[in-house]
């Protein structure tokens, strides 16, 4: 299976070393939406889909002032992952299916790009996205506007075999699995793929920054807000983190997660 790893949307919050580890203070950070497209005897599949044409040409509609102030996305069209699937030769039609991590206004933004995909999600998280009456943070992470086109839904329970010491992870092929790694979102998970290189775990927003999964952990002070700010369970949240950092020193699993623009340069340098 070919893996191709994109950024579907660039963020350059201020606070540079405070946010992103490098440089000063004063320089703006840089956030990606890395998101992963696999090429399968199905088809392609897109692991998670950033943001869409239509948050990057009328932001105001899906992502709320203070997401955009704390944020500052670039909106770049070309960084929309309809737009680099066309670039690669693609239509819209050729990506099969969509597997969410979680339904956060930065990972579900490019749904309406795919509107005949299915769309795999866990069965809370959606639940959760679809609730009518939204408050407080609920409100701004999961803007209805985002799949008022009504994608193909197809959820999964967070029931099934065990995984490197992983309970209830989800097949939804051989090749790619939900693994649940619940905390940042009621029903987050992350999506493992078994590449020609091994196991490849995109772990969504279960952690922000590389170090984390380090010998000697740490996260910035920009990011530990953040991340702090939106957990909905944060003991479960802190437990999975644990267990990353397990999976990758026992059994040498690579994993990245959604935003931090080190593991993705470094992935995207790695010969395809
Ligand atoms: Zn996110």
Same mark, same amino acid.
């Given at each position: 299976m070919k893996v191709h790893h994109l950024n579907c949307g660039t963020m350059r919050p201020f606070g540079g070393k405070l946010v992103d580890g490098k440089g000063s203070v004063f320089r703006r950070a840089e956030l990606v939406c890395h998101c992963l497209l696999l090429e399968t005897d199905d088809g392609l599949v897109l692991v998670d889909s950033g943001l869409g044409v239509d948050d990057v040409r009328r932001p105001a509609e899906t992502l709320s002032r203070g997401w955009r102030r704390m944020s500052q996305p670039v909106l770049d069209e070309n960084e929309t992952a309809i737009r680099q699937v +066309?670039?690669?030769g693609f239509t819209r039609d050729d990506v099969r299916?969509?597997?969410l991590t979680h339904l956060d206004l930065d990972h579900g933004g490019g749904l309406r790009d795919f509107p005949n995909a299915e769309v795999h999600v866990l069965r +809370?998280?959606?639940?959760?996205?679809? #609730? *009518?009456g939204? #408050?407080?943070n609920d409100a701004v992470r999961y803007p209805d506007e985002q799949w008022s086109h009504g994608p193909k839904w197809v959820t999964h329970e967070p029931r099934g075999e065990a995984w490197f010491g992983f309970e209830g992870v989800r097949e $939804? #092929? *051989?090749d790619i699995l939900l693994v649940p790694l619940f905390g940042h979102t009621h029903g987050h998970t992350g999506v493992a793929v078994n590449t020609d290189d091994g196991w490849l775990l995109h772990a969504g927003d279960?952690? $922000?920054f590389h170090e984390e999964m380090s010998e000697n952990p740490r996260c910035t002070p920009a990011l530990t807000m953040m991340q702090t700010r939106v957990e909905q369970n944060r003991s479960l949240r802190l437990a999975n983190q644990d267990r990353l950092r397990e999976l990758k020193r026992t059994h040498g699993i690579d994993i990245v997660n959604a935003h931090d623009k080190t593991e993705l340069t470094r992935h @995207?340098? @790695?010969p395809a």
């Amino acid at each position: 299976m070919k893996v191709h790893h994109l950024n579907c949307g660039t963020m350059r919050p201020f606070g540079g070393k405070l946010v992103d580890g490098k440089g000063s203070v004063f320089r703006r950070a840089e956030l990606v939406c890395h998101c992963l497209l696999l090429e399968t005897d199905d088809g392609l599949v897109l692991v998670d889909s950033g943001l869409g044409v239509d948050d990057v040409r009328r932001p105001a509609e899906t992502l709320s002032r203070g997401w955009r102030r704390m944020s500052q996305p670039v909106l770049d069209e070309n960084e929309t992952a309809i737009r680099q699937v +066309e670039a690669m030769g693609f239509t819209r039609d050729d990506v099969r299916h969509v597997v969410l991590t979680h339904l956060d206004l930065d990972h579900g933004g490019g749904l309406r790009d795919f509107p005949n995909a299915e769309v795999h999600v866990l069965r +809370e998280e959606l639940d959760n996205a679809l #609730r *009518p009456g939204k #408050r407080g943070n609920d409100a701004v992470r999961y803007p209805d506007e985002q799949w008022s086109h009504g994608p193909k839904w197809v959820t999964h329970e967070p029931r099934g075999e065990a995984w490197f010491g992983f309970e209830g992870v989800r097949e $939804f #092929r *051989p090749d790619i699995l939900l693994v649940p790694l619940f905390g940042h979102t009621h029903g987050h998970t992350g999506v493992a793929v078994n590449t020609d290189d091994g196991w490849l775990l995109h772990a969504g927003d279960a952690y $922000f920054f590389h170090e984390e999964m380090s010998e000697n952990p740490r996260c910035t002070p920009a990011l530990t807000m953040m991340q702090t700010r939106v957990e909905q369970n944060r003991s479960l949240r802190l437990a999975n983190q644990d267990r990353l950092r397990e999976l990758k020193r026992t059994h040498g699993i690579d994993i990245v997660n959604a935003h931090d623009k080190t593991e993705l340069t470094r992935h @995207q340098l @790695q010969p395809a």
